[in-house]
Protein backbone atom coordinates (compact mmCIF):
# COMPACT_ATOMS: atom_id res chain seq x y z
CA UNK A 1 0.00 0.00 0.00
CA UNK A 2 1.50 3.61 -0.91
CA UNK A 3 0.74 6.28 0.77
CA UNK A 4 0.27 9.98 -0.18
CA UNK A 5 0.17 12.91 2.37
CA UNK A 6 -1.96 15.26 1.02
CA UNK A 7 -1.56 19.43 2.97
CA UNK A 8 -5.19 21.05 3.31
CA UNK A 9 -7.60 22.30 5.45
CA UNK A 10 -11.00 21.65 6.31
CA UNK A 11 -13.55 22.15 8.89
CA UNK A 12 -13.68 26.10 8.65
CA UNK A 13 -14.15 27.01 5.13
CA UNK A 14 -15.64 25.06 2.33
CA UNK A 15 -13.16 26.54 -0.29
CA UNK A 16 -10.13 24.37 1.02
CA UNK A 17 -12.03 21.80 0.83
CA UNK A 18 -13.50 22.19 -2.46
CA UNK A 19 -9.62 23.02 -3.76
CA UNK A 20 -8.50 19.16 -2.16
CA UNK A 21 -11.79 17.39 -4.32
CA UNK A 22 -10.89 18.56 -7.19
CA UNK A 23 -7.00 17.76 -6.68
CA UNK A 24 -7.74 14.47 -5.57
CA UNK A 25 -9.67 14.65 -8.64
CA UNK A 26 -7.37 15.52 -10.96
CA UNK A 27 -5.28 12.63 -9.23
CA UNK A 28 -7.11 9.62 -9.60
CA UNK A 29 -5.04 7.58 -7.42
CA UNK A 30 -5.01 3.81 -8.28
CA UNK A 31 -6.78 1.27 -5.50
CA UNK A 32 -4.02 0.71 -3.58
CA UNK A 33 -3.24 4.30 -2.87
CA UNK A 34 -4.16 5.73 0.13
CA UNK A 35 -4.20 9.63 1.05
CA UNK A 36 -3.57 10.73 3.98
CA UNK A 37 -4.24 14.55 5.57
CA UNK A 38 -2.20 16.94 7.22
CA UNK A 39 -4.98 19.38 7.92
CA UNK A 40 -3.05 23.01 8.25
CA UNK A 41 -6.26 24.82 9.10
CA UNK A 42 -7.00 27.45 11.67
CA UNK A 43 -6.57 26.19 15.36
CA UNK A 44 -6.30 22.62 14.08
CA UNK A 45 -3.75 20.70 16.70
CA UNK A 46 -1.56 18.01 15.28
CA UNK A 47 -3.15 15.03 17.26
CA UNK A 48 -5.55 12.60 16.13
CA UNK A 49 -5.53 11.47 12.52
CA UNK A 50 -3.91 14.89 12.09
CA UNK A 51 -0.86 13.76 13.89
CA UNK A 52 2.52 13.48 12.45
CA UNK A 53 4.95 12.00 14.08
CA UNK A 54 2.24 8.75 13.25
CA UNK A 55 1.84 9.54 9.73
CA UNK A 56 5.26 11.07 8.61
CA UNK A 57 7.45 7.26 8.87
CA UNK A 58 4.05 6.04 6.60
CA UNK A 59 4.48 9.06 3.58
CA UNK A 60 5.58 7.79 0.37
CA UNK A 61 4.93 11.23 -1.80
CA UNK A 62 3.94 14.75 -0.48
CA UNK A 63 1.32 16.72 -2.01
CA UNK A 64 0.65 20.54 -1.37
CA UNK A 65 -3.05 20.27 -2.61
CA UNK A 66 -3.69 24.29 -3.31
CA UNK A 67 -3.86 25.66 -0.08
CA UNK A 68 -3.18 29.33 -0.42
CA UNK A 69 -0.94 29.82 2.23
CA UNK A 70 1.64 26.87 1.07
CA UNK A 71 4.30 27.68 2.68
CA UNK A 72 3.03 27.79 6.14
CA UNK A 73 2.29 24.84 8.90
CA UNK A 74 4.15 22.61 6.13
CA UNK A 75 7.52 23.24 7.14
CA UNK A 76 7.71 20.24 9.33
CA UNK A 77 7.01 18.06 6.11
CA UNK A 78 9.02 19.75 3.87
CA UNK A 79 11.91 19.17 6.09
CA UNK A 80 11.28 15.51 6.40
CA UNK A 81 11.52 15.15 2.63
CA UNK A 82 14.43 16.50 2.37
CA UNK A 83 15.90 14.49 5.00
CA UNK A 84 13.88 11.34 3.75
CA UNK A 85 14.07 12.00 0.03
CA UNK A 86 10.37 12.45 -0.31
CA UNK A 87 9.24 13.08 -3.77
CA UNK A 88 6.88 15.95 -3.41
CA UNK A 89 4.37 17.85 -5.60
CA UNK A 90 2.52 21.19 -5.28
CA UNK A 91 -1.02 21.30 -7.46
CA UNK A 92 -3.36 24.28 -7.79
CA UNK A 93 -1.45 26.76 -4.95
CA UNK A 94 -2.54 29.61 -4.63
CA UNK A 95 -1.77 33.28 -4.26
CA UNK A 96 1.15 34.43 -2.88
CA UNK A 97 2.03 35.24 0.59
CA UNK A 98 4.31 36.68 3.32
CA UNK A 99 7.39 34.66 3.47
CA UNK A 100 10.13 35.27 6.24
CA UNK A 101 13.55 34.76 5.77
CA UNK A 102 13.40 31.23 7.09
CA UNK A 103 10.49 30.15 5.15
CA UNK A 104 11.94 31.17 1.57
CA UNK A 105 15.07 29.47 2.77
CA UNK A 106 13.50 26.38 3.15
CA UNK A 107 11.24 26.33 -0.06
CA UNK A 108 14.63 27.22 -1.74
CA UNK A 109 16.31 24.00 -0.38
CA UNK A 110 12.93 22.47 -1.71
CA UNK A 111 13.07 23.74 -4.72
CA UNK A 112 17.42 23.07 -5.49
CA UNK A 113 16.76 19.53 -3.96
CA UNK A 114 15.10 18.40 -6.91
CA UNK A 115 12.34 16.42 -4.83
CA UNK A 116 9.42 18.65 -6.22
CA UNK A 117 8.20 16.76 -9.58
CA UNK A 118 5.94 19.57 -10.61
CA UNK A 119 4.87 22.67 -9.46
CA UNK A 120 1.27 23.70 -10.54
CA UNK A 121 -0.06 27.52 -9.43
CA UNK A 122 -3.79 28.59 -9.93
CA UNK A 123 -2.72 32.57 -10.36
CA UNK A 124 0.22 34.14 -11.68
CA UNK A 125 1.72 35.43 -8.02
CA UNK A 126 2.26 32.03 -7.20
CA UNK A 127 3.37 31.13 -10.58
CA UNK A 128 6.02 34.32 -10.32
CA UNK A 129 6.92 33.05 -6.62
CA UNK A 130 7.28 29.45 -7.42
CA UNK A 131 9.74 30.81 -10.38
CA UNK A 132 11.41 33.22 -7.88
CA UNK A 133 12.40 30.57 -5.21
CA UNK A 134 13.76 28.57 -7.91
CA UNK A 135 11.38 25.81 -8.84
CA UNK A 136 11.08 24.03 -12.17
CA UNK A 137 8.22 22.74 -13.98
CA UNK A 138 6.09 25.40 -13.22
CA UNK A 139 2.87 26.39 -14.92
CA UNK A 140 -0.43 27.64 -14.37
CA UNK A 141 -3.69 25.74 -14.34
CA UNK A 142 -7.55 26.22 -13.21
CA UNK A 143 -8.13 26.64 -9.84
CA UNK A 144 -8.60 23.11 -8.79
CA UNK A 145 -12.37 24.09 -7.54
CA UNK A 146 -13.49 23.74 -10.93
CA UNK A 147 -12.63 20.29 -11.38
CA UNK A 148 -15.56 18.86 -8.77
CA UNK A 149 -17.84 16.78 -9.99
CA UNK A 150 -20.79 18.76 -10.80
CA UNK A 151 -24.14 18.24 -9.92
CA UNK A 152 -27.57 18.09 -11.14
CA UNK A 153 -28.97 21.46 -9.62
CA UNK A 154 -32.00 23.52 -10.45
CA UNK A 155 -30.50 26.88 -11.03
CA UNK A 156 -33.30 28.66 -9.48
CA UNK A 157 -31.18 30.73 -6.59
CA UNK A 158 -30.41 34.32 -6.07
CA UNK A 159 -27.14 33.79 -3.75
CA UNK A 160 -25.41 36.53 -1.87
CA UNK A 161 -21.83 35.93 -0.91
CA UNK A 162 -20.92 38.27 1.99
CA UNK A 163 -18.22 37.91 4.56
CA UNK A 164 -16.86 38.98 7.43
CA UNK A 165 -13.23 39.99 6.75
CA UNK A 166 -12.16 42.39 4.10
CA UNK A 167 -8.28 41.87 4.36
CA UNK A 168 -6.68 38.76 5.95
CA UNK A 169 -5.17 41.18 8.38
CA UNK A 170 -8.62 40.68 9.88
CA UNK A 171 -7.63 37.04 10.85
CA UNK A 172 -7.32 36.20 14.66
CA UNK A 173 -4.12 34.05 13.75
CA UNK A 174 -2.66 37.07 11.95
CA UNK A 175 -0.82 38.85 14.82
CA UNK A 176 0.79 35.65 15.66
CA UNK A 177 1.67 34.43 12.21
CA UNK A 178 3.21 37.66 11.22
CA UNK A 179 3.74 39.47 14.42
CA UNK A 180 6.21 42.00 13.10
CA UNK A 181 4.12 43.13 10.50
CA UNK A 182 1.16 43.40 12.51
CA UNK A 183 3.12 45.68 15.10
CA UNK A 184 4.41 47.72 12.00
CA UNK A 185 1.23 48.04 10.69
CA UNK A 186 -0.50 49.06 14.24
CA UNK A 187 1.76 51.34 15.18
CA UNK A 188 1.39 54.10 12.54
CA UNK A 189 -2.26 52.93 10.77
CA UNK A 190 -4.74 54.74 12.79
CA UNK A 191 -6.06 56.21 9.83
CA UNK A 192 -5.64 53.65 7.81
CA UNK A 193 -8.04 51.49 10.35
CA UNK A 194 -10.39 54.20 10.06
CA UNK A 195 -10.88 54.15 6.17
CA UNK A 196 -10.76 50.15 6.96
CA UNK A 197 -14.08 50.68 9.18
CA UNK A 198 -15.39 53.23 7.07
CA UNK A 199 -14.92 50.78 3.68
CA UNK A 200 -16.40 47.95 5.84
CA UNK A 201 -19.68 49.64 6.62
CA UNK A 202 -20.06 50.78 3.07
CA UNK A 203 -19.71 47.19 1.92
CA UNK A 204 -22.07 45.89 3.80
CA UNK A 205 -24.25 48.74 3.67
CA UNK A 206 -24.26 47.85 0.21
CA UNK A 207 -24.53 43.86 0.30
CA UNK A 208 -27.56 44.43 2.62
CA UNK A 209 -29.34 46.58 -0.21
CA UNK A 210 -28.36 44.22 -2.78
CA UNK A 211 -29.68 41.47 -0.92
CA UNK A 212 -33.11 43.66 -0.53
CA UNK A 213 -33.43 44.31 -4.56
CA UNK A 214 -32.95 40.63 -5.50
CA UNK A 215 -35.47 38.47 -6.52
CA UNK A 216 -36.90 35.45 -4.82
CA UNK A 217 -35.80 32.79 -4.30
CA UNK A 218 -32.35 34.04 -2.82
CA UNK A 219 -30.07 33.24 0.25
CA UNK A 220 -27.23 34.72 2.06
CA UNK A 221 -23.99 32.38 2.37
CA UNK A 222 -21.35 32.60 4.64
CA UNK A 223 -17.82 30.61 4.71
CA UNK A 224 -17.45 30.44 8.09
CA UNK A 225 -19.07 29.76 11.29
CA UNK A 226 -17.60 32.87 12.49
CA UNK A 227 -19.66 34.81 10.07
CA UNK A 228 -22.42 33.41 11.05
CA UNK A 229 -24.08 35.88 13.85
CA UNK A 230 -23.05 39.19 11.99
CA UNK A 231 -24.87 38.01 8.99
CA UNK A 232 -27.91 36.91 10.57
CA UNK A 233 -28.38 40.41 12.59
CA UNK A 234 -27.50 42.20 8.48
CA UNK A 235 -30.17 39.79 7.12
CA UNK A 236 -32.10 37.48 8.86
CA UNK A 237 -31.76 34.24 10.27
CA UNK A 238 -33.99 32.48 8.15
CA UNK A 239 -31.54 34.24 5.52
CA UNK A 240 -28.40 32.80 5.89
CA UNK A 241 -26.99 29.50 4.82
CA UNK A 242 -23.42 28.03 6.27
CA UNK A 243 -23.01 23.79 6.82
CA UNK A 244 -18.99 22.12 8.51
CA UNK A 245 -20.56 19.84 5.31
CA UNK A 246 -18.85 21.22 2.56
CA UNK A 247 -21.10 19.08 0.43
CA UNK A 248 -24.38 20.71 1.73
CA UNK A 249 -22.52 24.14 0.57
CA UNK A 250 -21.68 22.51 -2.72
CA UNK A 251 -25.17 21.73 -3.15
CA UNK A 252 -26.59 24.98 -2.63
CA UNK A 253 -23.70 26.86 -5.06
CA UNK A 254 -25.40 23.81 -7.80
CA UNK A 255 -28.99 25.70 -7.78
CA UNK A 256 -27.65 28.98 -8.04
CA UNK A 257 -28.72 30.85 -11.31
CA UNK A 258 -27.14 34.08 -10.07
CA UNK A 259 -24.10 34.76 -7.71
CA UNK A 260 -23.09 38.24 -6.48
CA UNK A 261 -20.48 38.04 -3.55
CA UNK A 262 -16.90 38.19 -2.15
CA UNK A 263 -15.82 34.37 -2.33
CA UNK A 264 -13.64 32.80 -4.83
CA UNK A 265 -15.35 29.46 -3.48
CA UNK A 266 -18.70 30.47 -3.93
CA UNK A 267 -18.16 32.15 -7.15
CA UNK A 268 -16.42 28.96 -8.99
CA UNK A 269 -19.13 26.31 -8.35
CA UNK A 270 -21.93 28.77 -9.09
CA UNK A 271 -20.40 29.62 -12.11
CA UNK A 272 -19.51 26.08 -13.10
CA UNK A 273 -23.70 25.35 -12.82
CA UNK A 274 -24.38 27.60 -15.08
CA UNK A 275 -24.93 31.09 -12.99
CA UNK A 276 -24.57 34.20 -13.89
CA UNK A 277 -21.46 35.37 -11.58
CA UNK A 278 -20.05 38.90 -10.49
CA UNK A 279 -17.24 38.66 -7.70
CA UNK A 280 -16.57 41.80 -5.08
CA UNK A 281 -13.29 41.11 -4.03
CA UNK A 282 -10.35 43.57 -2.31
CA UNK A 283 -7.06 42.08 -2.85
CA UNK A 284 -5.04 40.70 -5.20
CA UNK A 285 -6.17 37.10 -4.32
CA UNK A 286 -9.17 37.09 -6.91
CA UNK A 287 -6.22 37.25 -9.72
CA UNK A 288 -6.95 33.31 -9.65
CA UNK A 289 -9.97 33.99 -11.26
CA UNK A 290 -8.54 36.11 -14.14
CA UNK A 291 -5.76 33.32 -14.50
CA UNK A 292 -8.27 30.56 -14.47
CA UNK A 293 -11.32 32.93 -16.59
CA UNK A 294 -8.51 33.45 -19.51
CA UNK A 295 -7.23 29.97 -19.58
CA UNK A 296 -11.11 29.07 -20.13
CA UNK A 297 -11.49 32.45 -22.71
CA UNK A 298 -8.31 30.51 -24.55
CA UNK A 299 -10.11 27.14 -24.89
CA UNK A 300 -13.20 28.61 -26.11
CA UNK A 301 -13.03 31.88 -27.73
CA UNK A 302 -15.74 33.69 -25.18
CA UNK A 303 -14.73 36.50 -23.55
CA UNK A 304 -12.34 36.11 -20.72
CA UNK A 305 -14.63 38.80 -18.58
CA UNK A 306 -17.37 36.20 -18.48
CA UNK A 307 -16.79 36.15 -14.30
CA UNK A 308 -16.50 39.91 -13.39
CA UNK A 309 -14.00 40.83 -10.72
CA UNK A 310 -14.57 44.26 -9.11
CA UNK A 311 -12.43 45.47 -6.16
CA UNK A 312 -13.94 47.08 -3.52
CA UNK A 313 -10.57 48.76 -2.10
CA UNK A 314 -9.75 49.80 -5.97
CA UNK A 315 -13.44 51.50 -7.36
CA UNK A 316 -16.63 53.14 -5.54
CA UNK A 317 -18.98 50.02 -6.61
CA UNK A 318 -22.24 51.27 -7.43
CA UNK A 319 -24.05 47.70 -6.66
CA UNK A 320 -27.39 48.96 -8.45
CA UNK A 321 -24.96 48.81 -11.50
CA UNK A 322 -24.29 45.50 -11.52
CA UNK A 323 -25.97 44.23 -14.97
CA UNK A 324 -27.01 40.68 -15.58
CA UNK A 325 -24.02 38.74 -16.62
CA UNK A 326 -24.22 36.25 -19.37
CA UNK A 327 -22.92 32.85 -18.44
CA UNK A 328 -20.90 31.16 -20.70
CA UNK A 329 -22.91 27.67 -22.07
CA UNK A 330 -23.20 24.88 -20.01
CA UNK A 331 -22.57 22.52 -22.45
CA UNK A 332 -19.38 24.79 -24.04
CA UNK A 333 -18.05 25.01 -20.25
CA UNK A 334 -18.29 21.31 -19.39
CA UNK A 335 -16.08 20.35 -22.26
CA UNK A 336 -13.56 22.52 -21.68
CA UNK A 337 -12.88 22.01 -18.10
CA UNK A 338 -13.37 18.17 -19.29
CA UNK A 339 -10.27 19.26 -21.90
CA UNK A 340 -8.62 21.01 -19.19
CA UNK A 341 -8.71 17.91 -16.70
CA UNK A 342 -7.22 15.33 -19.26
CA UNK A 343 -4.37 17.83 -19.86
CA UNK A 344 -3.81 18.13 -15.89
CA UNK A 345 -4.16 14.15 -15.84
CA UNK A 346 -1.70 14.02 -18.77
CA UNK A 347 1.42 16.51 -16.40
CA UNK A 348 1.02 13.99 -14.01
CA UNK A 349 1.25 11.06 -15.45
CA UNK A 350 4.62 12.38 -17.17
CA UNK A 351 5.87 12.89 -13.83
CA UNK A 352 8.52 9.46 -12.93
CA UNK A 353 7.47 9.03 -9.34
CA UNK A 354 3.85 10.24 -8.99
CA UNK A 355 2.69 8.21 -12.12
CA UNK A 356 3.42 5.05 -10.07
CA UNK A 357 -0.06 6.42 -7.89
CA UNK A 358 -1.86 6.98 -10.38
CA UNK A 359 -4.75 5.00 -12.73
Request: proline share 4%.
Amino acid sequence: MKTILLSTSSLWNCGDDFIREGVCELLNCRPDVRILWWNRGYGITDTYANDLDINLPLVDYFIVAGTPQWAYKNERIYRYCLKKDIPLSLIGVGTRNVIIKSHYKLLQQVAKSGLCELALARDNHAFEALRELGFENVNTMLDPAFFMQPLNGRGELNILGWRKQLLSENDPSFPYRHPYRWLNQTGKTALKYHMLLKSKKMYDDNMTKLFSSMSEPKIVIVHDNREMQEAQKLFGIQRVFYSTDYREMFKKFSMAIRYVGSRIHGAIPSFVHGAAVDLIYMSSKASVIDTSMAILAKNTGEPSGLMKVKYLNKENINFSSINEQVPMNNEILTNVIKKEREKIRNILKTQPVLTDFLV
